[in-house]
């Protein structure tokens, strides 16, 4: 069974940092490609973040976090992180993890997460 499962979200002040996790399991984990989204209250899903599989490793980020936002994996652990600095109030959001369908970014999503809360608030 495929399985992403969020963790990290929480309450941070403007300006503060967190590092969410999404812990992959069911399926080969170092080929394929994952994401990150977001769906702030009242709006729709944005796309955040994707990085590549293992054998290619390109990452790829939103005009709205690039350059606070960075996306990275640990393949031994099957673990994929986004860590976020310099977070604004815009940032709050549910984030949810996503398995992509092959190991680029082109490939699309086949499997999300429940998703965690991120609430920047002072």
């Known amino acids: 069974e495929v399985q992403v499962v969020e963790s990290g979200g929480g309450l941070v002040q403007p300006g503060g940092s967190l590092r969410l996790s999404c812990a992959a399991s069911g399926f080969t984990f170092d080929d394929y490609a994952m994401s990150w989204v977001r769906q702030a209250p009242g709006k729709g899903l944005e796309w955040v973040s994707s990085i590549e599989n293992v054998y290619m490793r390109n990452t790829y980020y939103a005009d709205s976090v690039k350059d606070r936002f960075t996306i990275s994996r640990d393949n031994a652990k099957n673990t994929v992180y986004l860590q976020m600095n310099s977070l604004k109030s815009g940032d709050t959001a549910v984030y949810y993890c996503?398995?992509?369908?092959?190991?680029?970014?082109?490939?699309?999503?086949?499997?999300w997460g429940r998703g965690t809360l991120v609430t920047v608030s002072s």
């Open positions: 996503g398995k992509m369908m092959g190991g680029a970014l082109s490939e699309g999503v086949d499997h």
